[in-house]
């Protein structure tokens, strides 16, 4: 029980230092992000997946091909390694929601937690899932003649986003909630504190790291 517990903690740690690091790689990409919009402006990953009508999806696109040449190349070459590099995201991001709610089950004194946060954690395969396709169908928008898909798409793939961030962001809160409750009523080990030392020193370093290089860039 206890090689099961440190392991888990263990896991957790590791999967999530990498997590940051792959962030924080993503922001730098993300620093290059420029579409033309009336006017040249940046816009962010999420405008790309939470599109609210193919419209708006398609005129981002083209957008980055009527930027000036250099900036339209970087641009599109910076998001589509984004997406790319977020096939590795995926796996960190999951891993450490699923370990975290097994963690969680594995506190729980009755069945029912117990089973609750278990079927939370394996759910998170259906945002992946999602997350997979809906990179494979972004990565395949973005070519210069672009068209508009139906609105019936469209709303498709604006369930599967609500599916991916729902089943994710549920599963986070609830299993932080519960990790706070336990704490608060003094139901944690020295480990577990030792392992949240960890990642609280992973964060402080990433703050720092995204305050001191990843300064704002002026457009081109």
């Known amino acids: 029980m206890l090689l099961s517990v440190i392991d888990n903690w263990l896991f957790l740690t590791i999967l999530f230092g990498l997590l940051l690091i792959v962030s924080f790689v993503m922001m730098k990409q993300s620093q290059d992000f420029y579409t033309k919009d009336v006017i040249v402006r940046k816009f962010s990953i999420m405008e790309l997946q939470l599109a609210a009508t193919p ?45 975290l709610s097994q963690r969680v089950a594995q506190k729980m004194e009755s069945s029912v937690g ?11 395969i259906i945002p992946w899932i999602c997350d997979i396709l809906e990179n494979k169908y972004l990565l395949s928008k973005i070519i210069k003649d672009v068209k508009e898909t139906s609105q019936k798409k469209h709303n498709q793939f604006l369930w599967m986003e609500g599916a991916k961030w729902g089943i994710a962001l549920t599963t986070t809160v609830f299993s932080l909630s519960a990790i706070c409750y336990f704490w608060l009523t003094g139901k944690y080990s020295l480990i577990s504190f030792r392992y949240l030392l960890i990642i609280a020193v992973e964060i402080g370093l990433f703050l720092l790291a995204v305050k001191f290089f990843l300064a704002k860039k002026k457009i081109i």
């Open 55 to 99: 419209t708006e999806l398609v005129n981002l696109i083209k957008g980055l091909y009527a930027l000036p040449a250099y900036q339209s190349r970087k641009s599109i070459a910076a998001l589509k390694r984004q997406l790319k590099l977020d096939f590795l995201f995926m796996p960190l991001a999951y891993g450490c929601i699923f370990l």
């Open 114 to 124: 117990y089973y609750v946060f278990t079927g939370f954690a394996y759910l998170q």
